[in-house]
Nanobody, 123 residues
């Protein structure tokens, strides 16, 4: 199981930007597709963005399309989520995870989640 550590969250005003990181020391990271997820208080966890192993194929939830950008640097075993034009509804704990295959990122039942990173957008 790939151990992932999310970082980069914080408090930002509406319209601001943050860049989240998802890092691992596991060199098999390159073999996996990965996704970014978020969970707001009282809501279910939802997928935000995903990318295949190469970073060239991407998926975005409609709510973040055009504002968020997912990328990865396999040489650093790290993935990123650039979040621009942030809005209060983006407030949540953000998590990353990996899956065997791009489609599986959205369909897999995940057994393990890291601690996540809190993003708070003030109005």
């Amino acid at each position: 199981q790939v151990q992932l550590v999310e970082s980069g969250g914080g408090l930002v005003q509406t319209g601001g930007s943050l860049r989240l990181s998802c890092a691992t020391s596991d060199r098999t990271f390159i073999n996996y597709a990965m996704g970014w997820f978020r969970q707001a208080p009282g809501k279910e966890r939802e997928i935000v963005a995903a990318t295949d192993w190469s970073g060239t194929v991407t998926y975005y939830a409609n709510s973040v399309k055009g504002r968020f950008t997912v990328s990865r640097d396999n040489a650093k075993n790290t993935a990123y989520l650039q979040m621009d034009s942030l809005a209060p509804e983006d407030t949540a704990v953000y998590y990353c995870n990996v899956a065997n295959g791009f489609q599986a990122v959205r369909t897999k039942t995940y057994d393990y989640w890291g601690q996540g990173t809190q993003v708070t957008v003030s109005s």
